[in-house]
């Protein structure tokens, strides 16, 4: 994958992500009680399910290069 490939992927699913989350919080859907805790356990299960359907059908666990993925982000500190 090119790096542009990469940085359009990244900026179409934050930027989808961004869209909603504020949409939820301009309609008032998100309680007025969070503060930055609950919030950022929000925004954390906010990213995960997106991220994760815009792999398809394969589960992630089951993808030989897994691992190498979790090697990649402790050794290079990402």
């Keep these: 994958m090119e ?30 009680g969070w ?3 609950e919030l950022r356990w929000w925004i954390t299960d906010h990213f995960r399910p997106f991220a994760i359907l815009r792999l398809g059908r394969t589960p992630i666990r089951n993808r030989a ?9 402790l050794i290079g500190g990402v």
């Design 3 to 32: 790096k542009q490939s990469k940085v359009d992927l990244v900026e179409g699913l934050v930027g989808t992500i961004l869209r909603d989350m504020i949409q939820n919080l301009e309609e008032d859907r998100v309680p007025a």
């Design 65 to 73: 290069r897994y691992l190498d993925y979790l090697n990649d982000r």
């Design 35 to 37: 503060d930055s805790v």
